[in-house]
């Protein structure tokens, strides 16, 4: 098993351009998460989806768009990215919907944002 | 989720034990606690967790004081490649289940 897996792993935009960060879990997991680490920080929820067809907003959703397209693919968007977005983005999944107080949350290697 | 509280930085030698602790005075009784570590340039990684009994795994044990307000992480031998962030987390209402809440963590570094 791959567990999660993030595309680009790297990306450099200029300030206005969007992109898309991409994730993929291969464990049948229903909850997926979007975190972002700015430098010497903890993690910062940015949006999840407790199951396929839904999402929710986190601690930090402004700027971001997100799209649950299956139950293994959990996509990420910046429409007009800006500098403070920059930043080490994470995704992250867990078995149940919604999640659990016990739970494991598995994390993919993080995509490395710096926008100009 | 309740407020825990760890020292920024911690060292110790390769191959001796090493004992990370965590406060969380305001744990309630139904507070899991967790701990995830993160390598350099890498994704946070599950450790361990518990609620009120010791608890152990091939990575780690945790040690969970009898009121717990406090809560340890041993790693039984330290290896370079346990230097790493590592962080307490606890996760109480189940609204906010959902996600994990990183707080700044201690940084373990590993001495050959």
């Known amino acids: 098993n791959a567990g999660v897996t993030q595309t680009p792993k790297f990306q450099v935009l200029k300030t206005g351009q969007s992109m898309t960060l991409q994730c993929a879990q291969d464990?049948?997991?229903?909850?997926m998460y979007w975190y972002r680490q700015d430098p010497g920080m903890g993690l910062r929820l940015i949006y999840y989806?407790?199951?396929?067809?839904?999402?929710d907003k986190g601690e930090v959703p402004n700027g971001y768009n997100v799209s649950r397209l299956n139950k293994r693919e959990f996509s990420l968007r910046l429409e007009s990215a800006a500098p403070s977005q920059t930043s080490v983005y994470f995704c992250?999944?867990?078995?149940?919907?919604?999640?659990?107080?016990?739970?494991?949350?598995?994390f993919g290697p993080g995509t490395r944002l710096l926008v100009l | 989720d309740a407020k825990t509280t760890q020292p920024n930085s911690m060292e110790s030698n390769e191959e001796e034990p090493v004992h990370l602790p965590c406060n969380h005075s305001?744990?309630?009784?139904?507070?899991?606690i967790h701990w995830y570590r993160q390598l350099p340039s890498q994704g946070p990684e599950y450790v361990i967790h518990g609620l009120t009994s010791n608890v152990n795994n091939r990575m780690a044990s945790l040690a969970i004081a009898e009121d717990r307000k406090s809560s340890t992480l041993i790693l039984h031998r330290a290896t370079l490649r346990d230097a790493a962030v590592y962080y307490c987390i606890l996760r109480d209402v189940p609204g906010s289940a959902r996600q994990l809440t990183f707080g700044s963590g201690t940084q373990l570094t590993v001495l050959p």
């Open positions: 305001t744990i309630s009784g139904t507070d899991y």
């Open positions: 989806s407790a199951s396929e067809g839904t999402t």
């Open positions: 992250a999944s867990s078995r149940t919907p919604g999640g659990r107080l016990q739970e494991t949350q598995y």
């Open positions: 464990m049948n997991h229903n909850s």
